[in-house]
């Protein structure tokens, strides 16, 4: 998870790069007002923070489908060059997460990380702009077809005599979650019935593309690929996760 949890950390410093850099041309480049009838213009700020959500939230899923539901490491897992993938099943028994598991990993990893993007709003300090920070909570929901984010991190913003605030955040992504967490569920449940068979029908009659890696007599690693789910950059959204069986070489014969 080292090197993942790497990758994660210099994308949020990249994209809190760009963003301050972004921000510093818009308000200058723009000769941008803030209006103060009683509270500070907080249309930049909140823009900010949108943003920093989006980017924390898509790392989220990213993160969560490369390690089987995880955005933390997992308690059992095969550990791959790049991500450590949950077993979902392990010698005769279901170990996968549940969807409210799943939901509380991609919040937690909310809470963790968007703390550090939103610390570069200390731009606008040098135009006179304070700030209070709340407690941060996020609460994540997986749907059948899509993944909601709705965050309360109550920002109070001073300027002056003049003090405004912003708490409630929200953020959708268009992917499949729960759909793709339901077939794999099938799978798992066919394996504990059947331990001695890949139902490979099943697999080409979902709508989505399976991919199976076999690791050795014992392991096997699925890859879920969901074109039309989409994260960060147009990227296809993958579901990994492994399935560990017993040392007679289980689940190695298929269906054709």
Known sequence: ???????SIFIIIGFVFIITISLFF????????????????????EHY?????KSSASDAIYLAGMQG?????????FESGYARTAYWYNQGEDTSPNVEEIEQELSSYINNVL??????????EDMGYEFEF???????????NKVDFNIQYPIKIKKGESISEIKDFQQSFDVRLGHIINIAKEIVEMEINDPDWIDMT???EQDIDFKIYPYDENI??????????KISNNLDFVFLFANRFNESGQALNKNE
């Open 26 to 45: 818009l308000i200058r480049n723009t000769n941008l007002k803030f209006g103060f009838a009683g509270s500070p213009d907080t249309r930049p700020i």
């Open 69 to 77: 539901g995880y955005t933390t490491t997992p308690n059992i897992y």
């Open 220 to 229: 096997i690693i699925y890859s879920l690929v969901d074109t039309d789910s």
């Open 1 to 7: 998870m080292e090197k993942r949890g790497q990758v």
């Open 115 to 124: 703390p550090d993007c939103i610390e570069s709003l200390r731009i606008f």
């Open 202 to 204: 099943y697999m080409t």
């Open 134 to 144: 709340g407690n941060l909570n996020t609460e994540a929901t997986i749907y059948e």
């Open 49 to 53: 923070i949108e943003l920093c959500i």
